[in-house]
């Protein structure tokens, strides 16, 4: 894991602590710290590229530390035999 990551990963733990937030929250759909508000500390106020900060995020969602964009509900294909109920996070990128 790279310094960005790290630091992104920081910043979710420390908004987490902040909230006083059990683990339970994260299987509620708890949504931390908005990409608007990581990109204009990193991207703007310490002038890291939004490459940079979109690959720092794409590593911490592979690793399966961070999801970015809102839920978003399945939807199942036209005359499918079966029902899928579930929900993903849309991947959003540094805006």
Same mark, same amino acid.
Do not use: H, W
């Given at each position: 894991? +790279?310094?960005?990551?790290?630091?992104?990963?920081?910043?979710l733990l420390s908004d987490f602590a902040n909230?006083?937030?059990?683990?339970?929250?994260?299987?509620?759909?708890?949504?931390?710290?908005?990409?608007? +508000?990581?990109?204009?500390?990193?991207?703007?106020?310490?002038?890291?590229?939004?490459? +940079? @900060? +979109?690959?720092?995020?794409?590593?911490?969602?592979?690793?399966?530390?961070?999801?970015?964009?809102?839920?978003?509900?399945?939807?199942?294909?036209?005359?499918?035999?079966?029902?899928?109920?579930? @929900?993903?996070?849309k991947v959003s990128t540094c805006i």
């Open positions: 894991m +790279d310094e960005l990551s790290k630091q992104i990963l920081g910043d909230r006083n937030l059990s683990a339970d929250a994260l299987t509620k759909e708890y949504v931390g710290v908005s990409l608007s +508000d990581l990109n204009q500390k990193y991207c703007i106020e310490n002038s890291v590229s939004e490459v +940079d @900060f +979109d690959l720092a995020l794409k590593d911490l969602e592979e690793d399966g530390l961070a999801k970015t964009g809102p839920m978003d509900l399945y939807e199942n294909p036209p005359g499918s035999l079966s029902v899928v109920i579930a @929900f993903y996070s």
